[in-house]
């Protein structure tokens, strides 16, 4: 019997990443926890980070095998197998650690007020610059502080706050109660493309009570993990757009009552239409075919990238 279940989706090709985040699980002044690692079929298997485990520690950790299926899949299968004694889970991304208090101070606050929704500050390199703290957020929003050490708050409406600006998520940094661990899924479609954000705001209008700390959860990878090494370059950009562009047609539905929220989530889809379109017209430049497979279905999906194909190819004419 555990008060967490902590969930590690794990795709990784290079030894020692999982070894690294083990250590800082391992490392936490709250040891109440069991560990689920979802091998998702992964080029380098995660048993050879294991053997720097005591047996003790060992014996807390679940390996489950399946087939790939992207990391929102991956925490799925984690979801379906937490022990019925659970009172929280906590997720973990394989190329990243915790800070040592994470977990106590998840426990702290879930349990002080009341909550099942919690999130601490993200910290990471210069990669991730569009990453901001918990503090920064209660700075530019009407935050209600429910603890000064440490710095805990409230903000009426978060999921709202949320659809602005994300960069204050992040999944290795969340905490949620059985509520919430019970009933709500990613949708493992949408690989590598806004599945933890459809996440964050499925949770966020389902919890009871979010609550925001700005003690530092996590430090984040600097890309190790293959399940983020996508960038405007590759080959599956596009399609990581196209899947962003259902992700937020998707939000868009929660929030059809909302218009600002609703305009909100219109410029991110269109912002994420003009950028899969620029890197197809990168594709025609280097005299290599689009890809009109997938473009076809895109538009069928949602007519107006037509009109953004027109005004791009427009715009780079008139230049």
Known sequence: MATFTIIIPFYQRQVGILQRALSSVFGQTFQDFDVVIVDDESPVPPEGDLDFLTSEERSRITVIRQKNGGPGGARNTGLDHVPASTRFVAFLDSDDIWAPEHLQNAHDSLQRFNGDCYWASIHGGAEFDYHFSIAELAKSEKAVPLSDTPLVIEIPDIASVMLKDWGFLHLSCMAIGRSLFENVRFDAALRLAAEDVLFFCDCMLAAKRVLLCDEKGALRGEGVNIFHSIDNNSPQFARQQFNTWIA????????????????????????????????????????????????????????????????????KISR
């Open 248 to 315: 937020l047609d998707t939000l868009e539905s929660r929030f059809s009552r909302r218009p600002n929220d609703v305009a909100s989530i219109r410029s991110y889809k269109d912002t994420a239409r003009k950028q899969a379109l620029w890197s197809q017209f990168k594709q025609l430049k280097h005299r290599k075919l689009p890809q009109l497979r997938l473009l076809a279905e895109w538009a069928w999906r949602d007519p107006a990238i037509l009109q953004s194909a027109v005004q791009l190819a427009v715009g």
